[in-house]
């Protein structure tokens, strides 16, 4: 029966290759010789229904949903082929099919969820790589009909979705790790047959299938992408087909198309603006593609977003749901799609059928554009104007998608958007704009201006190579100031046919082999400018981009290029002065490294930057809560760091306990995760504190971790293990050096007078010391300066001026003598401030560096010391003081994760706020965001059992505990009253989101009573 069913795919292969090979590919080439200049590139009809369904809903599912982990990569993998991964055994994993019996599964339940909320178009995972089949399979007994289910979940859902009058297609893996054949130079021929005969039931016995979207997990999938595509024309001529038959890596598949597909595919991520080609982000609505039991999933909020970021790029959005082992997917999810599904149904002309821009997507914005219209998504107005860029073309008219008119100002510098407020939408509010003069599709992508001040923003670039050839990739993502694109040079000209031979595993470090290990860009300035610093952006990554070992910056003069800096690291982020200022209209940038480097920006500056920019600042402010670590030899003693040298122990005594210290269970990652499972988003490790010693391998001292019996860089491994957990990292360094020579003070408590100290040398020595932390281990969120003796506002600020040539977004504090860029009260919490950016620093316990047995504080107060950070605007720098063994307390540990449990059930009254509306009272704190008021009530009055609360310039529409508790709010006297059951309260902070009607941003915090 295989033998025969292979027979019949190869016939249906054989006389559809040639017309593949010459129609398909000549639709791709003429697709991309449409120049960006002249707006967006024509849709090939056979894609047209496709891109403009613009919404699709994605459904991984199988027998693995009775686990909870993940489709096909829990499964440990037995060939020698795959890489074994997986938490789950291959013996146990493979005999799941014989629990399943999904008896809740009901097709027109699932297709009825995507069509009512949006969704044009489903993808169900008919095979994933674990090869479990949901459909009825004559190539093998692994599938559906073989379980105590035995229903046929392929035929039911594409007969409910034509029903529907939804599009319904197909998730096939080309790959398969149960089938022992498959990627077996020997037998992969086998395996082709099998898998050919699959599809060719999927594509025959359905009805017609208007989508197929393959996948790829090897270098390149084990299926010959020419016959594989040819098949599938054959059998579906209509047919929409992803781009992952021809990647041999995920870059690929992000941002080129190649000849056998029809549109790339980012995953778990917004492409970049491209409406050059057909692009589809795939992401899941949780955490997880296949279901798992709690699984964190986005807000209705944060989807729509999403949607919304993605069609404006021009792109679509395939959303995945994971039904659970019943068949049912699960309330909470419906419930985030029903309220994604109840905008967009109500906002459909400008979603569906339209194109992204001609503005391209920004924090605050995104628009599409239709025939006729431009659609304005404003996306987070911190008051009832929308800004925009210039625009050659005239508005004609503008108002709401309600009809609410919306009052135009427009010139050379760019336009200005006045919404009505009672027009303005509590989610996104839609302005569509009518053009006098132009079409819409005429335009030519609108940027914003850049954020950076590059020079380079936007310029034409050339590449040596490149892995993409059209966006996310190319030359252009290294100066588009968005570090989520980025240049990476392209595969070897062998690759591909070395690939196809050897079937070698993408996550295999033999794949390494073939990219390739350095290359070139050129940036076109336009015309000549003066150039004074560059700023390199580089993209690490363990096991896929190796950091960049040499660099080179060059000028062309007349025909010959000549150097202008060069380097031996980046570190992720490096901002280099250039020696002498250079005057040139082209710049070239090399790089080359031991692996395949990734330069995320390339920034050319005629400036040196003097403070933080504003980006920067709020991004910080967004995060909220970090961790501060004091540690160091003194731990041994369990005394202050730094106070107590010459205090409590002798200076001899205290300068040779490094010769001891040998933090043997020191583990980066653990100190990570404890932060993590605290909701803190950056850490602070005091890499040097008034006692001078180092914490990393410095060149300028001896007095270091290296010449301990630890020898390890301890900033090193921190500074990585955040990176790779996803925190911010910055470094405390004390200003002052009690133990330094020629630091003037010395110590106990730096009163001591040092006759023969040279200021001057040891501000060249703290220079060198900032350096090497800022280009070694950066990019660095902050620098945390400390007790600024001896130097005064003009030092301090050459301190910083010299920080931000190395690197310019990065954040000082205010104790280098000069102001930084935000306050820092120290064991108290600030008042409300919202002019000025500010973090209170604070122990968990009552000394910074760790004692024994030292007094810890209560959650309440814990809790209440960041709520009350939040609401006045500030962050929290929580500190925590690990033992000499590096280990952080256990009890300090599940404090700071009780910490960790209240914010993920009330995390988004804290993280992204500011301060206010009203200001802290001892009883009720509030923060806010867009629309939505947060009331932290710490203390219910005795005597009425109710919040009174002075009422707002904007009136409430709606309050609800964040479980969502409806929470009732009357008027009186001008006053609103806020009283909440006793049996709902918190013992801690109970929450209420107070929704205005229209932005909670736009005016000043008021006085609470």
Known sequence: MTRRIWLTSLLLLLCGTSMKSTALSQTASEAFKVSASSGPAPVEPRLKWWKASRFGMFIHWGPVALTGGEIGWSRSNTSRWMPAWGSTPAAEYDQLCRRFNPTGFDARVWIDIAKRNGMRYVVLTAKHHDGFMLWHSRTSSYHIMNTPFGRDVVAELAEAAREAGIAFGVYFSAADWIDPDCRDPERNGEFVERMHAQLTELLTNYGPMPIVWFDYEGMPCPSDPDETAALVRRLAPQAVINNRLDVIDTDESHGAVFGNGDFATPEQFVGSYGDQLPWETNMTIGEQWAYKPNDKIKTPRRCLEILLNTIGGDGNLLLNVGPDALGVIEDRQVKVLDEVGRWVNAHAEAIYGTRGGPFTPTWEYVSTRSDDAIFIHALHMKSNTVRLPAMSARIGSASTLKGAPVEVHQDSEGILLKVPDAARDL????????????????????????????????????????????????????????????????????????????????????????????????????????????????????????????????????????PAASGDRIGVSLSAVLSEPVSARHFRLTVSAGGRPAVTEFQLHDDLPTEARPEAVADWRDMRFGMFIHWGPVSLKGTEIGWSRGAEVPIAEYDALYKQFNPKAFNADEWVRIAKSAGMKYVVLTTKHHDGFCLWDTKETDYNITRTPFKRDVVRELADACRRA??????????????????????????????????????????????????????????????????????????????????????????????????????????????????????????????????????????????????????????????PEGIIEERQAERLAEMGGWLGRNGRSIYGTRGGPWKPTKGWVSTRRDRTVYLHVLKWPDEVGEIVLPSLARPFVGAKLLDGTAVSIKVREGKWHVEVPVEKRDAIATVIAIDLDGSAMDFSAIAGE
Not at 484 to 506: I, M, Q
Not at 773 to 790: A, H, I, N, S
């Open 726 to 883: 996803g925190l911010a990292f910055g470094v405390y360094y004390s200003t002052c050096d009690w133990h330094h020579p020629d630091f003037p003070l010395g110590s106990p408590g730096g009163g001591t007078l040092k006759p023969d100290a040279d200021l001057d040398a040891y501000t060249r020595y703290l220079d060198a010391q900032v350096r090497e932390l800022v280009t070694k281990y950066g990019p660095l969120q902050t620098v945390w300066f400390d007790v600024p003796q001896e130097f005064d506002r003009p030092r301090g600020q050459g301190v910083i001026d010299r920080i931000r040539a190395l690197q310019p977004d990065i954040l000082v504090n205010n104790r280098t003598g000069a102001a930084g860029d935000f306050d820092t009260p120290e064991q108290y919490i600030g008042g409300y401030r919202d002019d000025r950016a500010w973090e209170t620093c604070m122990t968990l316990c009552t000394q910074w560096a760790w004692k024994p047995n030292d007094p810890m504080k209560p959650l309440e107060e814990c809790l209440r010391t960041l709520i009350r950070t939040a609401g006045g605007d500030g962050n929290l720098l929580f500190n925590v003081g690990p033992t």
């Open 427 to 562: 989610e996104v509010t839609v302005i569509k704009l009518k053009l006098a003069n132009a079409l819409p599709m005429e335009i030519s992508p609108i940027y914003p201006r850049s954020r950076s001040g590059s020079l380079a923003y936007r310029c034409a670039v050339k590449t040596s190579s490149a892995v993409g050839p059209h966006f996310m990739h190319d030359g252009a993502a290294t100066v588009d100031d968005d570090e989520n694109t980025y240049w990476t040079p392209g595969r070897s000209p062998d690759a591909k046919e070395a690939a196809r031979k050897s079937f070698v595993h993408y996550r295999n470090k033999a794949s390494e082999a073939h990219w390739l290990h350095s290359g070139s860009l050129e940036v076109d300035l336009r015309e000549s400018k003066l150039i004074r610093r560059v700023a390199i952006r580089e993209k690490v990554f363990a096991g896929r981009y190796a950091p960049v070992t040499k660099w080179a910056l060059e000028y062309r003069d007349g025909n010959a290029w000549k």
